[in-house]
Nanobody, 115 residues
Framework: QVQLVESGGGLVQPGGSLRLSCAAS????????MGWYRQAPGKQRELVAA???????NYADSVKGRFTISRDNAKNTVYLQMNSLKPEDTAVYYC?????????WGQGTQVTVSS
């Protein structure tokens, strides 16, 4: 069973930046498309960004131009660089396989954007 461990969240002021990391176990990471998802209080989980094994990326309209997803296959890690953060970016952020998520999610990492 693949294990996913997210980190890097925190409290940041509007306009600030954070870099999230997701460490994944398993030998097939390098050939697996991965995504970052988020869930805000009272809302459904949504896809924020995704990256294929070859590095092709796509983003939700709400984060285009502000967030950047990347991966380091040697470290089995996927990253999410978040710039120009807004209060509406406040959520728990998760990583998972994309588009068919693993059934077991990690614990997520809380991102709070507030002054």
């Amino acid at each position: 069973q693949v294990q996913l461990v997210e980190s890097g969240g925190g409290l940041v002021q509007p306009g600030g930046s954070l870099r999230l990391s997701c460490a994944a176990s398993g030998s097939i990471f390098s050939i697996t498309a991965m995504g970052w998802y988020r869930q805000a209080p009272g809302k459904q989980r949504e896809l924020v960004a995704a990256i294929t094994s070859g590095g092709i990326t796509n983003y939700a309209d709400s984060v285009k131009g502000r967030f950047t997803i990347s991966r380091d296959n040697a470290k089995n890690t996927v990253y999410l660089q978040m710039n120009s953060l807004k209060p509406e970016d406040t959520a728990v952020y998760y990583c998972n396989r994309y588009p068919r998520e693993y059934s077991r999610w990690g614990q997520g990492t809380q991102v709070t954007v507030s002054s």
